[in-house]
C-alpha cells in the first residue's frame, strides 16, 4: 500500500497542471506545486523508513505500520514544518503579491535559520537511512552462511536473488542521496536568488533538477513492475512423481519474499 502511494504521489507530481495558465487564470499555481512536492516528499520518505525496515529480517515483526510510528512521526513532522514555511509566503502572496519574508530583518533570519534546520534534518535521515540499509546488507551476509548446503539449483536461485536485492538496494540509497542533494540546492538556490541576489548557474541546477525528476520517475516505475503481481503466485502443474525441487518457497509475488523465504529457512535451519 505505501509503494501504491507512492505511485500515486509519482503521478500527481508529474501530472501538468501549469498546462491550465494558458487557459486560466491560477495566482495558486506556486502553492498548489509546492504542495504536490512536499506530498512526495512526504511519501518517498515513508516509503524509504518502511522499505528498509521490512528486509532487516532480524525476527521482529514490521508487517504493520504502527511499528514505524515514531520514524514516520518525525518525517510527517518534519514536512508539516516544510509546508507551514512555504504557506507563510506562498498563502500570503495570494493576498499581496509583493509580499517577501525576506524583506525584513527578522523575516530574512528565521528563514535562513529554517532552511538550515531542513538541510541538517535532511542529512540526518540519509544517515539514518544508511544504518538501515548497512543492517540489511550485514543480515543478508549472515544469511549466505547456509549457501553451501543447499542444492545447487537452489544455490544459484538463492545468489541471484541476493544479487539483484543488493543492487535495489544500493539504487535505493544512491537515489536517496540524489533526493537530499536536490532538496539541499534547491532551498541554497532560492534563498541565495532572494537574499544573496546573485546569479545562478541555470546551466548546471537545471540540469541536475531535470535528472533528478527522471531518477524518482525511474525508481518508481521500476520498483511498481518488480513488485507487481506475476504468474509466480499461482500453483505450478507438476508431476507428482517428478524429482525437480521446488525453489519458489513463497507464494508472495516478488523476489524479495524469496529472501525473507530464505531468511526464515537459515533460522529454521
Known amino acids: 500500500r505505501t509503494l501504491f502511494s507512492l505511485g500515486i504521489a509519482m503521478c500527481l507530481l508529474n501530472l501538468p497542471l501549469e498546462w491550465l495558465t494558458l487557459a ?41 505500520l504502527k511499528h514505524y510510528w ?3 512521526a518525525a518525517v510527517i513532522f518534519g514536512c508539516t514544518c516544510l509546508f507551514i514555511f512555504e504557506l507563510s509566503e506562498r498563502g500570503v502572496r495570494l493576498a499581496n503579491p509583493f509580499f517577501s519574508i525576506w524583506i525584513t530583518d527578522v523575516g530574512t533570519k ?4 529554517f532552511i538550515i534546520l531542513a538541510g541538517i534534518a535532511a542529512c540526518s535521515y540519509f544517515l539514518f537511512l544508511c544504518y538501515m540499509i548497512f543492517l540489511v546488507f550485514r543480515n543478508i551476509s549472515a544469511k549466505r552462511t547456509v ?6 539449483a ?36 532560492e534563498g541565495q536568488w532572494k ?21 524518482w520517475n ?39 519474499s524469496a529472501v525473507q523465504a530464505f531468511s526464515a529457512k537459515a533460522a529454521a535451519d
Open 24 to 64: 486560466v487564470d491560477m495566482p495558486f499555481m506556486l502553492m498548489i506545486n509546492d504542495i504536490r512536492q512536499g506530498t512526495f516528499y512526504a511519501t518517498l520518505l515513508c516509503f524509504w523508513i518502511i522499505f528498509a525496515g521490512e528486509h532487516i529480517m532480524d525476527q521482529v515483526e514490521r508487517n504493520r
Open 70 to 72: 515514531k520514524h514516520l
Open 110 to 113: 528565521l528563514a535562513l535559520s
Open 147 to 152: 549457501l553451501p548446503s543447499m542444492s545447487s
Open 154 to 189: 537452489r544455490r544459484k536461485f538463492y545468489l541471484g536473488v541476493i544479487y539483484r536485492f543488493k543492487f535495489l538496494m544500493i539504487s535505493t540509497l544512491f537515489c536517496a542521496a540524489l533526493t537530499v542533494c536536490f532538496f539541499i540546492i534547491s532551498q541554497l538556490n
Open 195 to 215: 537574499f544573496m541576489d546573485q546569479d545562478l548557474n541555470l546551466e548546471y541546477t537545471s540540469a541536475f533538477f531535470t535528472g533528478v525528476f527522471g531518477m
Open 218 to 256: 525511474v525508481y518508481v516505475i521500476g520498483l511498481l513492475c518488480m513488485y507487481a503481481p506475476s504468474h509466480k503466485n499461482k500453483p505450478l502443474e507438476t508431476d507428482e512423481t517428478s524429482n525437480e525441487e521446488e525453489v519458489q518457497l513463497t507464494n508472495l509475488p516478488s523476489e524479495t
